[in-house]
């Protein structure tokens, strides 16, 4: 029995899956945040313990922590020692149409992990980088070591209510009960605590520091250069307090508002907030903001406020007009009325009438996905695959992995949160098309490593990636399938047709049609070695013929002429290599290495049937992956490949079975982070995946069977509301 129609009590939905946590679990602490703005926090409701929640097993690197304070607008560049450019790492590569320059890595990789052979390729590879904004954490200032200790803290017992954004902390500290309430606005950058301790009067405190920003793999804070930025109590006034941080180009400010404060600059580095002598209770909230426009981005316009209405810009000189009216208490108000808004709106599904025992599970795994990638994927930018809880690929986003962070939120219905970051592209079309022009194609070609500036970074792997060049087409088809308007069609039809641009002049033609490359590396990322003569890779195919169409289509919508060039290589696209009777990753030596992503699947599961795929081919690639595969080397979102390829294949068991498989990277702890390695410890393209299978299995795609929930067993009730069915 399955049904699409049955009210759901979201609120019991959402709730029956809080995070709770009575212990200190160093892989997994939770996180409040808006899409614009997240702050990690340990079981005392602050960032008191960062040491007990590590991030890095590469021990060359400086250690770092899972409790982040990070925003969209947040970045920083450590001052050059010289003019680096990408001309230093670029090399010239044969190709069908004669030499092409890349931007390569002259320096060396060695297990995955760069050897710093080269300074400039290094720079470049880190800046600009995500700044970690402070941490804000308990202290006992009058005694000899006032950092909060794990033994401080007695009988801990902390909730994340998803529900209202509101995570609860109690314990006892110093022999007193504590409770302590945290939350961050859904409009503002803007956190608010409210802490209830007789504690308080016996000397408890919180400090705000501030690090430097880091080059580093997975650290966002440099905290042993304190002589390379500066903190200092801009205004003071009472009930408002406003601190200005400056580092090298970039600078912003930091508003504490709240009665009953005392506020005192007690470090280089460090602002001490106590309450007044005999009060218990510490009400305040501190709000982050850009203070120099252009240096490190505005707050944009993305997040969870984007769920029912525009989200308004933030000026820079919001502090200056911070009251004590919007004290910690206000925010937690808030943030209780703008995530039942979100929870609401968009769609729902509801596993909880299915015997079978995975169901809780994976509606466990869905929930907290929702939740995850709202306030970590959702904002103006793209995300960086940790989104904003800690770095990783020093500090950079990544555009290949785009669509899994984001692609849901269209088929969740939940479109305002996945149109700021695809407005992006828009601004830094310029460098893709002189990248495109360089190379001697038309259009636009999207870089892969990147900061908000669009500079792409070096590297043997990323400048050769092509499968991150039609997400922007299929990100924007997937926004008008959900919210289809004139409007949306005009505003992204220029990154739609320069992509698709690029897309048909790349494809060279053969005597057996269409090919693409030599030079390229393929979503599988293990052919790197022989990037100088890979070509044709099964899922690049598929998807450069699909997104072509789709580019035609748009101009159709828009009543303009087609493009006969787009139109000719979509229709003449080389089918894919097939070896016994399975689709090949390439169609060149070694053809398959069964490594990494089975990205061949892509081709039939994350796209519809296009017509360069047989499906019973397809079926056979699935079996074989399936029974053979080095599971150790896949990552999070490919367990989502398999169960979006067998849903379409109309096997519903090895979906729920490939979304549940037992492997290393697709584990989802407690707070609901997807963990790949301890240098790796969170992956959101994992959750977002987990979520554009669970829609395109109980919604259904274009062409697909009628029946309601066609990707899950027959046996399964699978109750779902609001859901857009996918192409």
């Not at 250069?225 to 801009?234: C, E, K, L, Y």
């Not at 929930?367 to 709202?374: D, I």
């Not at 990147?450 to 087409?473: A, K, N």
Request: hydrophobic share 40%.
């Amino acid at each position: 029995m399955r049904s699409q129609h049955t009210a759901i009590d979201r609120q019991s939905l959402v709730r029956r899956h809080n995070v709770h946590q009575q212990s200190l679990d160093p892989r997994s602490p939770v996180s409040v945040g808006n899409g614009e703005f997240c702050f990690t926090l340990d079981l005392t409701g602050m960032q008191s313990m960062p040491g007990r929640y590590p991030v890095g097993a590469r021990s060359e690197l400086p250690p770092g922590t899972l409790l982040g304070t990070q925003s969209q607008w947040g970045w920083h560049a450590v001052p050059a020692d010289g003019e680096y450019s990408l001309a230093g790492s670029t090399v010239t590569y044969d190709s069908p149409r004669g030499p092409v320059p890349y931007v390569d890595m002259v320096g060396d990789i060695v297990d995955g992990r760069e050897t710093d052979t080269s300074r400039a390729e290094t720079w470049l590879r880190a800046n600009p980088h995500r700044l970690d904004l402070g941490r804000i954490g308990f202290s006992l200032p009058d005694r000899d070591n006032p950092d909060i200790q794990a033994a401080d803290i007695v009988d801990p017992r902390q909730i994340l209510d998803l529900w209202t954004g509101i995570a609860t902390s109690t314990f006892a500290l110093s022999g007193h009960p504590a409770h302590v309430t945290t939350a961050c606005h859904p409009e503002q950058d803007q956190l608010g605590f409210r802490i209830e301790s007789a504690a308080l009067d016996q000397g408890l405190a919180v400090t705000l520091a501030f690090p430097y920003g880091s080059e580093a793999w997975h650290n966002a804070a440099d905290w042993d250069q304190p002589a390379a930025h500066s903190t200092r109590v801009a205004e003071a006034e009472p009930q408002r307090w406003v601190i200005q941080r400056d580092l090298d180009g970039s600078g912003y400010q930091v508003a504490i508002t709240g009665t009953g404060l005392v506020v005192e600059q007690t470090g280089r580095h460090e602002v001490l907030i106590r309450a007044e002598p005999g009060q218990e209770v510490l009400d305040f909230a501190v709000h982050f903001v850009s203070a120099r426009q252009g240096d490190c981005l505005p707050r944009g316009t993305g997040g969870i406020s984007g769920i029912g209405k525009p989200a308004t810009p933030e000026p820079a000189a919001a502090p200056a007009a911070a009251t004590a009216a919007e004290a910690g208490t206000a925010v937690i108000d808030a943030s209780r009325q703008g995530w039942a808004a979100f929870w609401k709106s968009g769609a729902a599904v509801d596993l909880s009438g299915t015997a079978d025992p995975r169901a809780l599970e994976l509606e466990r795994r869905t929930v907290l996905s929702q939740y995850l990638t709202a306030i970590n994927c959702s904002g103006s930018l793209p995300p960086q695959e940790t989104g904003l809880v800690c770095n990783s690929w020093r500090g950079r986003f990544h555009l290949e992995m785009h669509w899994w962070h984001a692609a849901h939120f269209a088929t969740w219905n939940r479109t305002a949160l996945l149109l700021p970051a695809l407005r992006w592209y828009a601004t830094v079309m310029d460098s893709g098309r002189q990248t495109a022009k360089d190379q001697g194609f038309d259009g636009v070609r999207w870089p892969k490593q990147v900061g908000p500036d669009g500079r792409e970074s070096p590297s043997p792997i990323g400048t050769f990636l092509i499968w991150q060049q039609p997400h922007p087409i299929h990100l924007a088809e997937l926004a008008y399938r959900a919210e289809p308007s004139h409007e949306l069609l005009a505003e992204f039809a220029e990154v739609v047709f320069a992509t698709a641009d690029f897309m048909a002049s790349f494809a060279h033609p053969t005597a057996r049609g269409f090919e693409l490359g030599p030079p390229l590396v393929p979503a599988q990322e293990s052919y790197e070695s022989v990037r100088g003569t890979a070509s044709n890779p099964t899922f690049e195919l598929a998807y450069w013929q699909w997104a072509l169409r789709l580019a035609s289509a748009w101009r159709e919508r828009l009543g303009l002429p087609p493009r006969e060039d787009w139109e000719a290589v979509a229709a003449g696209m080389v089918p894919p290599k097939v070896m016994d009777g399975t689709y090949a990753a390439i169609d060149v030596e070694p053809f398959t290495i069964r490594t990494d992503h089975p990205s061949m699947l892509c081709a039939l599961g994350v796209l519809p049937q296009a017509g360069l795929v047989n499906p019973a081919i397809m079926r056979a690639t699935l079996r074989e992956v399936l029974a053979d595969w080095d599971w150790d080397s896949t990552w999070g979102w490919d367990y989502p490949v398999l169960a979006m390829t067998a849903a379409r294949l109309d096997d519903p068991e090895a979906a729920v079975d490939a979304l549940l498989l037992d492997a290393g990277k697709n584990l989802i702890l407690p707070n609901g982070h997807n963990r790949q390695t301890d240098s790796l410890p969170l992956y959101l393209p994992g959750n977002g995946g987990l979520l554009a299978a669970v829609a395109l299995m109980a919604a259904g795609w274009d062409d697909g069977p009628e029946r309601s929930a066609p990707g899950f067993p027959a046996d399964w009730n699978v109750a779902w509301e609001g859901l857009v069915r996918s192409p």
